[in-house]
Every structure is written in C-alpha cells, then in structure tokens.
C-alpha cells in the first residue's frame, strides 16, 4: 500500500512523498527484464527467455532499472491524485528520480500545480436580471415580425444615394491587411451596428459607382493588439426591404392559419415551450457569470487557462467529428480563420477558467463535501449501465477527484441558483426601445 505525504498547498503548488512498497517494486523490476527480454533479441536465447545477468551486460542494468522506476511511477499516479484529492493543471513535476532497487521500499517526490484559490468580493446572493416565465405580447410580437421578415421582398433603389437601412450591394477590394473581407456582391444593411462605424459613413450618402476606400480598426479587450484593415468599397446597388402587412388573409395563405389570433396563440405556446427547458439553464449562466465578477483575481493563471482551453477543443472537435464534420471543414463554413479560432476559444477558456474558480470559492465557503451517495447519483446521471464498474474504471485512471469537483461545483450552482435575487424583465420590449 503506499505511503503518501502531502504539502500544504503554496502558491497553488502541492509537494507530495510518496513511497511505494518493495513488493511492488521487485514486482515492477521482474515485468521490466520480462518486457526487455521479448523486446530484444540475445544471441542463444529464444524470445523473452535471455535471464537478468544476460541483459545487464547487453544493455547496462540502469536501462532496465529505469524503465521499471518509470512504469512504477506513472502506474502509481492514478492512486496518488485519488489520494490527495486533486485535479493538476499539468503532469506532475518529479524531482530528481533515483532507480528503484531490489527488495527496497522505492520514495520520490512530486509537484502538482493546481488551479489557483482565488477568493469573492463577496457572498451575498447574486442579483440577476431575467426574462418573465409568462409569455409577453412583444415576445409574441417578436415572432411575427420574424415570421414577416421572411416573407420580406426587395425593391432596387434609382435617383437617390444611399440612406440608413438601405440594403446595399458592394464589392470589397483587399487594399491593406484585409484579405478575408475581400469579396464580390456582399450585402450590407447601411447604418447597421454590425458594421464598422467607417463603413457606414462611407455608405451613407454613397451613389452607385461610387468607389470609397474604408479604414477601421478592430475592437479589442484592453490588453490585446488591435489590427487595422483597408478595403476598396465598390457600391454596386442599393434596395429597400418591403415587409408585407400582416392580415388574415396573409395568415392564411403563407402560413397556414385562420386568422392573425390563431397564429398569435400558437406563436404563444411555441415560446411557452422554448422558456420552459431554456430557462433553468439560462438562470444558472447568468447566476455564475454574476458570480464570477466577484472574483479577485487579476491575471488566470497560465496553465489552468491551458487545461480549460485544451479541454473545450478536445470536446469542440468531438461534437464536430459526431457531426460528420472536420475543423478544416468548419473553419471555411463559419467564416474564421485557425487564429481567430484558437483566439475565440482562448477568450472562452480564460471565462470558464474564472467561473469554476468562483464556484470553488463558493463551495469552500459553503463546506461543499461530497459523499457516495453523491458521486453514484452523478454516474447513475449519467445513464452507465454498471455505476460500480464506471467507478472502478475512473479510479483506476485517476479521474475521481474530476468527479468530486464536478459535484461540489454542481451544489454550489444549485446554491446560488436557490438564493439568487431575481427582478423579470421583458427584454424583447426593452431592446425594441
């Protein structure tokens, strides 16, 4: 059985001594010589059958010595983080490694990096903003006018330059840094918040023909290098949207109702529908993300951003792949290059990395403690056919402690969530203002 002492966690860093039995170790060094003796071939000797005096002087015994301290320690490691209960940022940092010995207990020493333990602002319950469980006449609105915009027709524009609103047909030329914007008979909504404020003072006023050359700069988080793009603005055409107006008599033939009240009540209870499994879930984002503002914490610590953002791409590309799809296929489809990718996913890393650290605050302040029952409930949760074998499986790889930390982060939420201060708001009404 091994004997594991443990640090007291500085500056996120944990110092663990662990010694492994001798047992083990003359168990370690005899799998070792097998392995060497079937990897190797040994002139006079069969396959695996060459005897240890053979392969120390072929080889050298500390090839062999050290290849038995490794497989020991790295199958020991899965026991030392059940052990102590933690999830690294990274694989441990071993010190200065001595070969294991015959029928002597075998000791090292390693360092883990863990994520850091910032602290909250405060406790008090998160205050939230969110929108009403009952259905409101201008969500109700909203969806019909959706459902016109898509009936919506397009009249060209003559005589007249270009005025807000105006749906304008141009072709972008690459002048400067700008190679992914070039294109030909782009849409763009004159005026609209999408564009940048210089295209649309270049827009606005335009005739067709004209040409404009538009330089911007890209918006940034403080901190970030900001890129400046020049393009050539061709103005090709310009229309007006006509949205038709809303009868029974355009109720009937487009969308297949009686009558305008008919359509209103079952616009009604589709969004019914929609807040009722949206809305949990949203309630839990926003009680979070509350409560990660609350966080003191200056700069995410390096190598808990990297294990976040490694572990969002793994769990991206794998909803890709169930998708039938590639990165290199989804990239094009989505508009993005590799770096705006990687840097969209590192911006999402560094908010989840700041969240989990807010709820493991939390929960310490709460005394979050998991018990058996919990850690069952969570694999019976997860639909496994055999929660003991699962168990057994995510001991034996050193997962647990991952588990534990999903749970007592899950009561933190459910905690929150509970006490949060909720005031509704119609926000569809209050951004149609």
Not at 152 to 170: K, L
Not at 338 to 355: C, P, S, T, Y
């Amino acid at each position: 059985m091994l004997n594991i002492t443990a640090s007291d966690v500085k500056d996120a860093k944990l110092t663990a001594t662990v010694t492994i039995p001798a047992a083990d170790v003359d168990a370690a060094i005899k799998k070792a010589y097998k392995d060497t003796a079937k990897k190797y071939r040994f002139p006079g000797f069969r396959a695996g059958k060459a005897p240890r005096p053979v392969i120390d002087s072929a080889l050298g015994a500390e090839a062999t010595l050290a290849q038995a301290t490794n497989d020991l320690i790295a199958a020991n490691e899965p026991a030392v983080l059940n052990e102590l209960d933690i999830v690294p940022t990274k694989n441990g940092d071993y010190k200065e490694l001595d070969l294991a010995k015959d029928h002597e207990d075998y000791t090292y020493t390693v360092e883990f990096s863990l994520r850091p333990a910032a602290e909250l602002s405060s406790f008090d319950a998160v205050e939230i903003e969110m929108p009403p469980a009952e259905v409101t006449e201008s969500e109700i609105n909203n969806q019909v006018e959706m459902l016109l915009n898509y009936r919506a027709t397009f009249e060209d524009v003559e005589g007249r330059a270009v005025e807000a609103e105006d749906y304008v047909t141009v072709d972008l030329k690459a002048v400067e840094n700008a190679d992914n914007f070039a294109a030909e008979g782009r849409m763009l909504i004159a005026g609209s918040d999408s564009n940048p404020k210089e295209f649309n003072e270049a827009l606005i006023g335009a005739n067709v023909d004209d040409v404009k050359t538009v330089t911007w700069t890209d918006e940034v988080e403080e901190g970030e290098e900001a890129e400046t793009h020049t393009v050539e603005v061709t103005v090709k055409g310009i229309k007006v949207r006509n949205t038709p107006e809303l009868t029974d008599e355009l109720v009937k033939s487009d969308f297949g109702f009686d009558s305008i009240e008919a359509m209103r009540d079952a616009i009604k209870i589709e969004i019914e529908q929609d807040k009722a499994s949206r809305l949990p879930a949203e309630k839990e984002n926003r009680c979070v993300s509350a409560l990660a503002e609350r966080l003191q914490l200056d700069e995410m610590d390096a190598d808990y951003e990297q294990s976040v953002f490694e572990e969002l791409g793994q769990n991206f590309l794998s909803n890709l792949a169930a998708r039938g799809m590639t990165l290199d296929t989804w990239l094009p489809a989505s508009g993005l290059t590799m770096e705006q990718f990687i840097g969209d996913l590192h911006k999402q890393a560094n908010d989840v990395a700041r969240e989990s650290l807010a709820l493991d605050a939390l929960a310490r302040e709460l005394k979050i403690e998991v018990t058996e029952d919990d850690v069952n409930a969570e694999f019976e949760k997860a639909g496994v056919k055999d929660v003991e074998a699962s168990k057994a499986e995510f001991i034996a790889d050193g997962r647990m402690p991952a588990v534990r930390e999903s749970i007592r982060r899950s009561k933190a939420v459910d905690h929150l969530v509970e006490n949060a201060k909720v005031t509704e708001v119609d926000e569809t009404a209050k951004d149609a203002e």
